[in-house]
């Protein structure tokens, strides 16, 4: 461990439960030398299931770690649960993989947990090596293995008896060789497996130790070794206490080097590493340094967690397999809720799709849980662990909420001496897509350290609906604006009032009820598919047409989750035990029983005062409620959406009147000074009707008269590498090149165009406009910005005329669109400028052409 020249590899063993992967451990490293004897399953004994549960159970709960040696390469293999109740587990330890070991059963073949294992193998890209056990077994021969290898795997499954050719098909790079040369290279060969295109298949029988030798002889010759990066970094993939409760944070260093004493620093946190231990089984060893591949436990760390990245490591891709289970655990009569709520979080910390969740209005204790088999071992840890019995209800679907359409949620919080105003776009999302965030409000509207706190503030909180109190899913979250005051607002203000932004947009929402559902699989006699087939039509159940196999039905499709709870237990039984029921998670999907479940879980939205909807404004030095539904009429900033209505017969020129009327002269001189005198002809409005990204209409066609185009000014210098280059010297000759080409390109285009610049900040700057030839020049007032007169504008020729704006704010492109108006991406707009331009070169051309030459 302590020599780095030495050659590491980080090795996963994984498999469907039952395959023997266990079994095959043991025999590894009994034939590598690192065993005296080899431990059974079946006996309790095995070296790396040491914890009493796993030897009273014989399955694999917990991840372990050993060491054995190759020839040039020290291999650290870790020992994944195969059971599908823990396989979050085995999940959080592929990131930390440079290879795999897939362990499959002949007799069994490829089950539904080995897909699901499959699938997150590929999503990760790990190189995978097939090891097909218990071939002493009766059952399915070696060619009928590897075709359903292929079949069910895919291609790339390779005998690594096979001749040449064969693996040549199993690869277009392998084949393309192979028909240049006749041959495949060694090299060739390696480099397919590590890219994970090539997956060689060793067979044999690991309780009898038959093909194990043969299989460390081909890890040895193909397994890669960890690449090594120069600055530190590491992921952490578990956390565990030893029996004497020392934290102990596993994790692989992937580049640099780790230290004994030396400190870590996280996003939150920055603490000394104490100690350096490298298990093998349930005993280790410690060292003073870690190098690239090494596997260790620090011990001193506190704040650390499963998934964690430290140094210049990347992010882990985040977690796919999740619980759909719910149950609240019955404490003892003696048991403090507090103290046992505290135990818990220290059991999340080690497997964090607990997700233990105190609900202090109903004064429970929940944990989220995969399957019956990980709540027995649940009961069993504690009791082990902490000394009292727990028992648990019968538990619950975990139900999720989204949206159905895009909403404005504002949220405002104005007690005395504190302000702040928040508003977000919710727009629903792709399914099991979860929460995304981001932020459309520019710097000068809300500074960006405010912008910052709001989006951590909007990812501390585990949101939920309003339909059944579920955690939201499948939402785009973009903040759109915000409001602070110079000398009252504080960080906790922006807590509460993005905490009631995004409830008061789940209240004004359609919101969606979702449920999860399964894949399924059964294989049973083929006298009882009749009976299966109507089970499985009364639970809702969609299937593939059955497959007949020696006498046995095979049929596999999806279900909701719920209607399929308990159907492992009646298929034992109307079988009489030759009935196999195996699921696996497949998603989120709408509630086939919406009102029904609404009804039973009965949720009162309006009374969870720990998610209020409320806002909290003031007024006479004095802080009042204010109802959700009646926020917008309170708020201080304007919505994202411009509020729809029917637009009635009036003249052209009507919308400009009410702005008037309403005290806008300085806007209706501009308007005036822009497009000039407006006539007072009548034309049939348009109805428009709403759709996700603003109103579309129906019936007639838009008018066909003059299209107006807009340019956010600044924007457009700003996005353009020459003129941003200009600006850098001096913003006016950037502005000025700017408006040369519009006048250019307005010549070609023959389209009335309007720039926009910003003046804003000029003190008594009263707006004006400037012509040039038919280009139209604005400079906004005084507290004006460019994209609140471009919304303005829009929102008014857009009634009457074509409108397009040039623009790559994110904020103003969502306004145009809510006002019908198209919007051109800067990059697209330069674009049509160029093309303009060079129209004009190819006809000065065409024109000099045709002087006639002395």
Known sequence: ??????????????????????????????????????????????????????????????????CLNLPGLQVTLLDTPGHVDFSPEMERTLNVLDAAILVISAPAGVQSHTITVWKLLREHNIPTFIFVNKTDLPGKTREEVMEELKSSLGEGCTDIHAGVDEKAMADEFLLEEFLETGTLKEESIKQAIWEARLFPCWFGAALRLSGVTEFLDGLGQYLPETREEEAFS??????????????????????????????????????????????????????????????????GLTRTAPGMTLGAEAESMPPTLEPVLTYRVILPPEIDAHRAMMQFRELEEEEPQLHVDWNSRLAELRVRIMGEVQLEVLHELVHERFGYEVSFDQGSILYRETIAAPVEGVGHYEPLRHYAEVHLLMEPAARGSGITIDSLCREDDLDGN?????????????????????????????????????KHTEGGDFREATYRAVRQGLMSAESVLLEPWYSF????????????????????????????????????GRAPAES???????????????????????????????????????YEAERDVENSADSIFCAHGAGFPVKWNKVPGYMHLPSVFEKKKEIEEEPVNAPLRRLSTAGDEELMRIFEQTYGPIRDAREKAMRPTERANGPVYRGEVRPTGPEYLLIDGYNIIFAWEELEKLARDNLEHAREVLIDRMRNYQGVKKSPVILVFDAYKVKGNHGSVEHYGDVAVVYTKEAETADMYIEKVTRELGKRHRVRVATSDGLEQIIILSHGALRVPASEFHDEVKAAEEAIRKFLKEQKSLIPKN
């Open 1 to 66: 461990m302590e020599n780095k020249t030495i050659k590491r590899s980080v090795v996963g063993i994984l498999a469907h439960v039952d395959a023997g992967k266990t079994t095959l451990s043991e025999a590894m490293l009994y034939s590598a030398g690192e065993l005296r004897t080899m431990g059974r399953v079946d006996h309790g004994n095995a070296f790396l299931d040491n914890f009493n549960l796993e030897r009273a159970r014989g399955i694999t709960i917990f991840s372990k770690q050993a």
């Open 234 to 299: 590491a992921r952490v993939y578990k956390i565990t206490r030893d029996p004497q409760g020392t934290r102990l944070t596993h994790m692989k260093v992937t580049g640099g080097v780790l230290k004994v004493r030396e400190t870590l620093a996280g996003a939150d946190f920055e603490e000394k590493i104490t100690a350096l231990r490298v298990y093998a089984g349930a005993k280790f060893k410690t060292v003073d340094v870690a190098y690239p591949g090494d596997v260790v436990a620090a011990v």
């Open 450 to 486: 405010w912008q910052r706190l709001i989006m951590t503030h909007l990812m501390e909180k585990q949101h939920v609906g309003v339909l059944t109190g579920s955690p939201i899913t499948d939402i785009n979250i973009h903040l759109v604006s915000g409001r602070t005051h110079l």
């Open 521 to 556: 699989r059964i294989e049973l006699p083929e006298n009882l598919l009749g009976r299966a087939l109507t089970d499985l039509d009364r639970r809702g159940a969609s299937f593939d047409p059955p497959e007949m196999n020696n006498g046995m039905a095979v049929i596999t």
């Open 564 to 602: 399929m709870r308990d159907y492992a237990g009646e298929l034992t039984a109307y079988s009489r035990g030759m009935g196999r029921f195996t699921t696996r998670f497949a998603g989120y999907e709408p509630c086939h029983d919406t009102e029904r479940v609404i009804a039973e879980i009965g």
